[in-house]
């Protein structure tokens, strides 16, 4: 595996289920990050972490709970979402949390019932 | 707050057409502008980054300029293929960790 990889390329879960989404990064990066794509809105930056702590949350609800065990490995935890939390959620990665360019992997997209 | 707008929103043109996508922000503070392409339900894919110091980049057909005083970059596409034809995003980062994107520009080159 090379690049940024993220599992389940899609997901359908209920309003009640708890589900994660999980990011790897293969090129030796040290900082990455959760965006979330919604339909006709620009991308948004939800989570940064760099050196396995969080650096950055950016307003997100706490039914999203993020997760870095190491600097490999991205986690978002899911619980209680709503309709409105349907969307393409996107993993980065980058060889430092400051002026170095992003690498982005291909997306889950999830669906909340 | 920065704001990132991409005009136009949607842009259809013959292949083998030179192309311009234009990006502007309202925080001219940045560390770096990056563009990026999306084909639809994928990933985003880096084209060119640009740091605050610089004024261009190149990469193959591809040319990105940046004037960080008056808040624009500009992407510039020769000879456009269908194989160009993608959504193309702008991202500033300003804050050292954080990418502001734009709405994007989705193109369609026609054969």
């Known amino acids: 595996e090379t690049g940024v990889t993220q599992t389940p390329r899609h997901l359908v879960m209920g309003m009640t289920n708890k589900k994660s989404l999980k990011c790897e990064q293969h090129l030796g990066h040290n900082a990455m990050y959760w965006y979330k794509q919604s339909a006709k809105k620009p991308l948004e930056l939800m989570f940064v972490y760099s050196l396995e702590e969080r650096v950055e949350n950016n307003s997100v609800p706490s039914r999203f709970s993020p997760e870095c065990p190491n600097s490999s490995h991205l986690f978002l935890h899911l619980h209680t979402l709503q309709p409105e939390d349907s969307a393409l959620y996107l993993c980065a990665s980058s060889q430092g949390a400051g002026t170095y360019e992003q690498y982005f992997g291909p997306g889950t997209r999830l669906t909340v019932t | 707050k920065q704001e990132v707008t991409q005009i136009p929103a949607a842009l259809s043109v013959p292949e083998g057409e030179n192309l311009v996508l234009n990006c502007s922000f309202t925080d001219s503070a940045i560390y770096n502008l990056q563009w990026f392409r999306q084909d639809p339900g994928k990933g985003l894919t880096s084209l060119l980054l640009?740091?605050?110091?610089?004024r261009e980049q190149t990469s193959g057909r591809l040319n990105a300029s940046l004037d960080k005083s008056s808040g624009r970059s500009t992407l510039y596409i020769a000879a456009s293929q269908p194989g160009d034809s993608a959504t193309y995003l702008c991202a500033v980062n300003n804050a050292g960790n954080m990418l502001t994107f734009g709405g994007g520009t989705r193109l369609m080159v026609k054969p």
């Open positions: 640009i740091q605050s110091s610089q």
